[in-house]
Protein backbone atom coordinates (compact mmCIF):
# COMPACT_ATOMS: atom_id res chain seq x y z
CA UNK A 1 0.00 0.00 0.00
CA UNK A 2 2.98 2.51 0.64
CA UNK A 3 4.11 2.19 -3.04
CA UNK A 4 1.01 3.31 -4.09
CA UNK A 5 1.13 6.43 -2.57
CA UNK A 6 5.05 6.71 -3.72
CA UNK A 7 3.73 5.85 -7.29
CA UNK A 8 0.90 8.88 -7.19
CA UNK A 9 3.43 11.06 -5.85
CA UNK A 10 6.11 10.61 -8.26
CA UNK A 11 2.61 10.62 -10.97
CA UNK A 12 2.04 14.21 -9.70
CA UNK A 13 5.59 14.93 -9.88
CA UNK A 14 6.21 14.08 -13.42
CA UNK A 15 3.02 16.03 -14.87
CA UNK A 16 3.57 19.05 -12.64
CA UNK A 17 6.85 19.01 -13.92
CA UNK A 18 5.79 18.56 -17.80
CA UNK A 19 2.25 20.56 -17.32
CA UNK A 20 3.12 23.24 -14.29
CA UNK A 21 0.03 25.63 -16.00
CA UNK A 22 -2.70 22.77 -15.61
CA UNK A 23 -0.94 21.01 -12.61
CA UNK A 24 -0.59 24.17 -10.50
CA UNK A 25 -4.27 25.26 -10.32
CA UNK A 26 -5.06 21.83 -9.74
CA UNK A 27 -2.69 20.85 -6.82
CA UNK A 28 -4.11 24.14 -5.52
CA UNK A 29 -7.88 22.81 -5.22
CA UNK A 30 -7.27 19.68 -4.49
CA UNK A 31 -4.86 20.93 -2.14
CA UNK A 32 -7.70 22.94 -0.64
CA UNK A 33 -10.10 19.73 -0.72
CA UNK A 34 -7.45 17.96 1.66
CA UNK A 35 -7.31 20.68 3.39
CA UNK A 36 -11.23 20.72 4.12
CA UNK A 37 -11.83 17.24 4.37
CA UNK A 38 -8.89 17.04 7.31
CA UNK A 39 -11.08 19.54 9.24
CA UNK A 40 -14.08 18.55 9.38
CA UNK A 41 -13.18 14.98 10.25
CA UNK A 42 -11.12 16.67 12.80
CA UNK A 43 -14.39 18.19 14.09
CA UNK A 44 -15.71 14.91 14.01
CA UNK A 45 -13.29 13.27 16.14
CA UNK A 46 -13.26 16.16 18.35
CA UNK A 47 -17.80 15.31 18.50
CA UNK A 48 -16.94 11.94 19.24
CA UNK A 49 -14.58 12.50 21.98
CA UNK A 50 -16.64 15.07 23.74
CA UNK A 51 -19.45 12.76 23.96
CA UNK A 52 -17.29 9.59 25.14
CA UNK A 53 -16.15 11.88 28.02
CA UNK A 54 -19.53 12.21 28.96
CA UNK A 55 -19.63 8.66 30.20
CA UNK A 56 -19.29 8.22 33.50
CA UNK A 57 -17.68 4.93 34.81
CA UNK A 58 -17.98 3.80 38.45
CA UNK A 59 -15.46 0.68 38.65
CA UNK A 60 -15.32 -1.09 42.77
CA UNK A 61 -14.58 -3.83 44.02
CA UNK A 62 -18.10 -5.51 45.30
CA UNK A 63 -18.92 -9.12 45.75
CA UNK A 64 -22.12 -8.96 47.59
CA UNK A 65 -23.93 -6.78 44.97
CA UNK A 66 -22.83 -8.61 42.13
CA UNK A 67 -22.79 -12.37 41.58
CA UNK A 68 -20.86 -15.14 42.64
CA UNK A 69 -17.71 -15.13 40.28
CA UNK A 70 -18.01 -11.71 38.98
CA UNK A 71 -17.13 -9.24 41.82
CA UNK A 72 -16.01 -6.09 40.07
CA UNK A 73 -19.15 -3.52 39.82
CA UNK A 74 -18.96 -1.49 36.90
CA UNK A 75 -22.04 1.45 36.62
CA UNK A 76 -22.08 3.40 33.93
CA UNK A 77 -23.71 6.54 33.34
CA UNK A 78 -24.41 8.30 29.98
CA UNK A 79 -24.42 11.75 30.58
CA UNK A 80 -24.60 12.83 26.69
CA UNK A 81 -27.64 13.80 24.62
CA UNK A 82 -27.59 10.73 22.35
CA UNK A 83 -28.02 7.35 23.18
CA UNK A 84 -24.92 5.07 23.42
CA UNK A 85 -24.38 1.07 22.66
CA UNK A 86 -21.00 -1.01 22.24
CA UNK A 87 -18.88 0.27 24.99
CA UNK A 88 -15.41 -0.71 25.07
CA UNK A 89 -12.70 -0.18 28.05
CA UNK A 90 -9.56 -1.23 29.20
CA UNK A 91 -9.71 -1.97 33.09
CA UNK A 92 -6.75 -0.20 35.69
CA UNK A 93 -6.22 -1.12 38.61
CA UNK A 94 -3.99 0.32 41.47
CA UNK A 95 -3.57 1.13 45.19
CA UNK A 96 -4.51 4.54 46.21
CA UNK A 97 -2.18 7.30 45.91
CA UNK A 98 0.09 5.06 43.13
CA UNK A 99 -0.57 5.04 39.39
CA UNK A 100 1.33 1.53 38.73
CA UNK A 101 -1.39 -1.08 37.05
CA UNK A 102 -0.89 -3.98 39.08
CA UNK A 103 -3.38 -5.95 36.73
CA UNK A 104 -1.06 -9.32 35.25
CA UNK A 105 -0.03 -7.89 31.56
CA UNK A 106 -0.38 -10.88 30.19
CA UNK A 107 -4.43 -10.81 30.58
CA UNK A 108 -6.21 -9.07 27.54
CA UNK A 109 -7.51 -6.24 30.08
CA UNK A 110 -10.52 -5.19 27.23
CA UNK A 111 -13.79 -4.99 29.07
CA UNK A 112 -17.14 -4.77 26.73
CA UNK A 113 -20.59 -3.71 27.45
CA UNK A 114 -23.30 -4.50 24.23
CA UNK A 115 -26.02 -2.77 26.35
CA UNK A 116 -27.95 0.35 25.00
CA UNK A 117 -27.57 3.23 27.66
CA UNK A 118 -30.12 6.45 26.90
CA UNK A 119 -29.15 10.11 27.76
CA UNK A 120 -29.31 10.10 31.42
CA UNK A 121 -29.39 6.56 32.04
CA UNK A 122 -26.94 4.14 34.34
CA UNK A 123 -26.87 0.40 34.51
CA UNK A 124 -24.80 -1.77 36.70
CA UNK A 125 -22.27 -4.74 35.58
CA UNK A 126 -20.61 -7.34 36.68
CA UNK A 127 -17.23 -8.32 35.04
CA UNK A 128 -14.71 -11.05 36.88
CA UNK A 129 -11.38 -9.56 37.99
CA UNK A 130 -8.18 -10.52 36.11
CA UNK A 131 -5.54 -11.84 37.86
CA UNK A 132 -3.38 -9.23 39.63
CA UNK A 133 0.39 -9.17 40.53
CA UNK A 134 1.72 -11.21 43.30
CA UNK A 135 1.04 -9.73 46.62
CA UNK A 136 -2.33 -7.66 46.25
CA UNK A 137 -5.88 -8.19 47.29
CA UNK A 138 -8.80 -7.09 45.45
CA UNK A 139 -10.37 -5.49 48.01
CA UNK A 140 -7.19 -2.89 48.15
CA UNK A 141 -7.15 -1.56 44.96
CA UNK A 142 -8.90 1.53 42.86
CA UNK A 143 -10.30 0.51 39.78
CA UNK A 144 -10.14 2.65 36.61
CA UNK A 145 -11.66 2.68 33.15
CA UNK A 146 -9.13 3.78 30.97
CA UNK A 147 -9.10 3.49 26.61
CA UNK A 148 -12.85 4.37 26.59
CA UNK A 149 -14.40 3.85 22.81
CA UNK A 150 -18.23 3.97 22.45
CA UNK A 151 -20.74 4.31 19.47
CA UNK A 152 -23.67 6.69 20.13
CA UNK A 153 -26.90 6.69 18.36
CA UNK A 154 -27.91 9.66 16.62
Not at 86 to 112: C, E, K, M, R, V
Not at 125 to 140: A, K, Q
Request: with cysteine; proline share 6%; net charge neutral.
Amino acid sequence: MPYLGLAIFLVWLVLLMRFPRVMLPVSGVLAGIGLLLALVMGFLQWQQSQRVEQLAFDLSYQPQQCEFGKPLAVRITNGSNYPVKNITWQLLANQPGHNSNLLDAGLALDFASTAHLQPGEQKLFCYSVPRLRSGYRETELEYHADAVRAEFIK
